[in-house]
Nanobody, 119 residues
Framework: QVQLVESGGGVVQPGGSLRLSCAASGASGSIFSFNPMGWYRQTPGKQRLLVAGISSGGGNTNYADSVKGRFTISRDNAKNAVYLQMNSLKPEDTAVYYC?????????WGQGTQVTVSS
């Protein structure tokens, strides 16, 4: 089974930046390379929504309107890693961020990483 581990979250002021990382642990091999991947966030309202997606080879990306122009998703398939660069952070970006497969049934969810944007 794919085991997903997110990291890089923290507490930042509005306008700040964070870079999140997602890695596969366990005997997953190069499984990321065969799958589109995405970053999701879950708000206190218990919604988990896709905010950024990237194709299996990294050639295509898409973003939710709420983060477009501020967030950048990227991947390094050789490292089984997916990243989310978040700039110009706003309080409404506060959430637990998760990575997982996009556009296909998700793997088991990891613990996520908390992002808090506050003065």
């Amino acid at each position: 089974q794919v085991q997903l581990v997110e990291s890089g979250g923290g507490v930042v002021q509005p306008g700040g930046s964070l870079r999140l990382s997602c890695a596969a642990s366990g005997a997953s091999g190069s499984i990321f390379s065969f799958n589109p991947m995405g970053w999701y966030r879950q708000t206190p309202g218990k919604q988990r929504l896709l905010v950024a997606g990237i194709s299996s080879g990294g050639g295509n990306t898409n973003y939710a309107d709420s983060v477009k122009g501020r967030f950048t998703i990227s991947r390094d398939n050789a490292k089984n890693a997916v990243y989310l660069q978040m700039n110009s952070l706003k309080p409404e970006d506060t959430a637990v961020y998760y990575c997982n497969r996009d556009s296909r049934p998700p793997w088991d969810w990891g613990q996520g990483t908390q992002v808090t944007v506050s003065s």
